[in-house]
């Protein structure tokens, strides 16, 4: 079966019309063509974008030249309120500031240590399943299964709390209203408005923000007391709360330490409930695989060490995170006049990365659509995942979190397939939608029984 993909638009159509299509999901409104070209410009009164799917294009923006093409307001402009000056937004010294504080939380050594609050968060999504389920199994949403796993992850990874916690609770409910209310992040990116046009928020958009912010708050301030009092558990929030800039001395102040929090809380648990909702899909209408995984499921335990050694699994989630990236366009801006395939670029351009269209390019994958978790043991599938795979983007801006989320994906998928068999259910086929991530219209509804 080849997994749902959304269907595109006529080559040409009006502005009013894509500007309509655009509301409705992101990825819909391209047109087919953006699967075959190297390179594709849009043009509106206002101003230009280029989507760039040639691997050395990609490469230039990302990594060779990552400080001439910072990223653009208007990606921001959506989740300002919320993220205020985060990682996720900043650019120039600033962005490479906090990158010094936040980075050395999430390198491989740290990782090993975050893995046991991993482990519990996995072991409490199979229990919240079991108790879903009666005998004989039950028709479940797993989008929301995987939504409250991944935060539960976040929680007790960052903060040393489960989610069952009474201000976790709240956080992730008022990120679930924050993102019904704020839905497309991409959308200002090409929507072709003037620049100084106003970007409007709706007045709950705001109001959600602000008691997120106040929520984090609590959170932080707590935080830095224990600190202080030498009480603090060592888990990320801690590291990140005590890490010196190695070139100034400073820490992150109280203010600052609540939009990186932000911004982890959302970058971490959206993308990876994200890709573990397709990837439970995947293995439900990919029986064989399935069986492999839940096979290989069998090895893990509470040692970091036992989930380097699921490489089926891995190989499935990268499948996974190849035919659904969880963020599925990023968006760059040329700061000076630019030359790509002959084309002059002007300044203050968008330049579109899209990790949707890269991963299922024509003229680079064998099977674009197929989902084939054996292609990356292949000659093609090991040189597209060097240059066609960009699911957390890749250079100096990369993911902070891409290890600490192939360990968190790989360790739910192959635990919950241990214990449980995934089915399709007829004539409730996901229909992929790009909002904040790449989600399911109307969720993902999987037949699911103990094995
Ligand atoms: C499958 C899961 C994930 C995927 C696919 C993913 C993907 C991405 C991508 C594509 C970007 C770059 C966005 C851009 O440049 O416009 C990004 C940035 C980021 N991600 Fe992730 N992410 C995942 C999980 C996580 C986790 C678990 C964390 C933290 C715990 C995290 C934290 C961040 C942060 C802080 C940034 C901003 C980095 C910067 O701009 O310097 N992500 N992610």
Redesign the pocket.
Known sequence: MIPPKPATRPDRVSLWRYVKLFRQDILSAQPARLYRAWMAEFRSPFFRSYLLNQPDLVKTVLKERPMDFP?SDR?GAGLRPLLGN?????NGAE?QR??RI?DPA?EGGRLRETYPAMWQAALAARDRLAGQLGTGGAEVEVEEQASHA?AD??FR??FSIPIEDALAQEVFHEFRAYQRSQPILNLAAFIPGPRWMPRFFRRDTRAAATRIRSLITQLTEARQKAIAAGTAPDD?ATKIMTTRDPETGQTFSAAEMVD?VA??FL???E??A??LGWALFLLASHPEWQDRVAAEGRAVNADFASVSKLRVTRDVFRET?RLY???PM???ETTRPERFRDRAIPRAAQMVLS?WHLHRHTRLWDNPDGFDPARWQTENGRICGREAY????AG???????G???V??VLLLALLLRDFRVTTITNRTPIPEAHL?VRARDGIWLRVEER
Not at 390 to 393: G, R, V
């Open positions: 990223k990606i985060s990682v996720f937004l900043t962005w906090q990158r936040i999430f991944a992850v976040i990874t960052l990320l990186q911004i982890f970058a971490g648990h993308t990876s994200s890709a995170l990236p969880p963020v990023m968006v760059r990790p960009i699911p957390f983007s100096p801006r990369v993911c902070t979190g891409a600490f989320a192939m968190e994906g991530t």
